[in-house]
């Protein structure tokens, strides 16, 4: 017996011609799409088909969606689906495009495509955001997706590629824009808050918190037309800085982190304002010991700012403990891109790769609405990692028994109870929503 022999075990490989598949678990996505009417939307909101032979656009973007779920990350990986086909299809997995027409759909959809899309999004968070507090947070950043495309350009990061601009919501990505790696993310920063404006539900109030791509006079008037507060890292401007040099001796503190943990920085505020900004709004000034001051230029203190407009009620070491919280967005940044394959784009021109993030988007926030409706509390933080892991990866065998489609999975006792109450609750959810 020679050495490749002793590695391998006695068992012999032979294709099979069953209804196997090992993605028994998108079933609850596809039901729960189906609920939420989804696929239906899509095909309103898309240009038609150009011809009788073409598909609809949930022929495209259905499929997208289901394999951003599964785990894959490149066009090519619809091919992962297609070897499951004929179970998949009765899941609700009716038509299959090859990767090359996939893409050639993005290119020619473009920011159309982007436009259609974007009620579709709304549409699915809104109940999720209705039912949230009263007080809606939204965090506003900027993630940049590095790119080797001819149309790339260079981000401020120093490498090429693109730089979105998302607004969240607890996470939920409520409005995003698609943007050039060269684009500031200040630039219309306006329209980018009205857009947002537009998919968050009425009747809510609704605190900004953004870096200094937001410190701007017309985002400060556009919160205080609407009655939003805001919390937004100052820029450290002449204006700023003579500010802070204003503020009295006396008047700092000691800064406490909201635990009551000590911290060797102090803390105090002012009253400040823009050129052309309607209303004054505090300026939250924390500094500490510059540990390298310049032998040319002696600078005792580094600084940090923030402005808001936050009520006095609340002291300037609260607003901070909750301005300081938008770091959040870091990790909805890490599971859009890492979790739903977001951090590479399949295609050379910007307006298909932005079609292509929307429904990244879409997949994104449709495993957030499945968490809050259909899973139990301890899944409300998982990533769509460990959904795959403990819900969607779940061998099935597809037979047909007295006339019914039956759907055989292998899965322990608390796998198989969580598929089906999933399955239960998103019944419930289309009888509700019909």
Request: charged letters at 25%; glycine letters at 8%.
């Amino acid at each position: 017996m020679n050495k490749l022999q002793q590695t391998l075990l006695p068992i012999k490989l032979e294709a099979s011609e069953e209804r196997l598949t090992s993605l028994a678990g998108l079933i609850v996505v596809e039901e729960l799409a189906q609920a939420k009417g989804l696929w239906g939307r899509v095909d309103e909101l898309f240009p038609p088909p150009g011809s009788g032979r073409g598909y609809e656009a949930s022929a495209y973007v259905k499929p997208l969606v289901w394999m951003l779920q599964a785990g894959g990350r490149r066009l090519e990986d619809l091919r992962e689906l297609r070897a499951e086909q004929e179970v998949l299809r009765r899941l609700g997995l009716e038509e299959l495009p090859s990767a090359d027409a996939a893409g050639d759909w993005l290119r020619r959809m473009g920011s159309r495509g982007v436009e259609a899309l974007a009620p579709v999004n709304g549409e699915l968070v809104a109940s999720t955001l209705a039912a949230g507090p009263e007080e809606l947070t939204l965090d506003v950043d900027a993630m940049i997706i590095e790119a080797e495309k001819e149309e790339a350009e260079w981000t401020y990061d120093k490498v090429k590629g693109y730089q979105p601009l998302i607004g969240y919501v607890g996470g939920v990505a409520v409005h995003h824009e698609f943007r050039a790696g060269n684009e500031s993310a200040g630039a219309k920063a306006v329209e980018f808050l009205q857009g947002c404006a537009k998919q968050l539900p009425a009747g809510k109030r609704v605190y900004l918190r953004s870096d200094s791509a937001f410190y701007q006079a017309g985002v400060m008037n556009y919160c205080g037309e609407r009655g939003w507060t805001f919390s937004i890292t100052a820029d450290q401007d002449s204006a700023v800085k003579a500010a802070m040099r204003q503020i009295p001796e006396n008047e700092w503190k000691a800064y406490r982190t909201r635990e009551g943990v000590a911290t060797d920085r102090e803390i105090a505020e002012t009253v400040h304002c823009l050129n052309h900004s309607e209303r004054a709004f505090r300026l939250i000034v924390v500094r500490w010991k510059n540990p390298q001051p310049s032998l040319f230029e002696e600078q005792k203190y580094c600084y940090h700012a923030v402005a808001s407009n936050r009520e006095e009620r609340e002291s300037a070491s609260q607003v901070l403990w909750g301005h300081n919280q938008r770091g959040e967005s870091e990790n909805w940044h890490k599971e859009l891109k890492l979790g739903f394959g977001m951090e590479q784009m399949p295609c050379g021109q910007e307006e298909a790769n932005a079609l292509f993030f929307a429904i990244g988007v879409l997949a994104y926030n449709l495993s957030l609405v499945l968490k809050a409706k259909l899973l139990p509390p301890e899944y409300q933080q998982a990533s769509v990692a460990t959904l795959r892991w403990k819900l969607y990866r779940l061998a099935g065998k597809l037979v047909r028994h007295a006339r019914v489609w039956v759907l055989k999975v292998r899965a322990e006792g608390e796998k198989l109870g969580l598929l089906q109450a999933a399955r239960q609750k998103c019944f419930e959810l289309s009888l509700s929503s019909a």
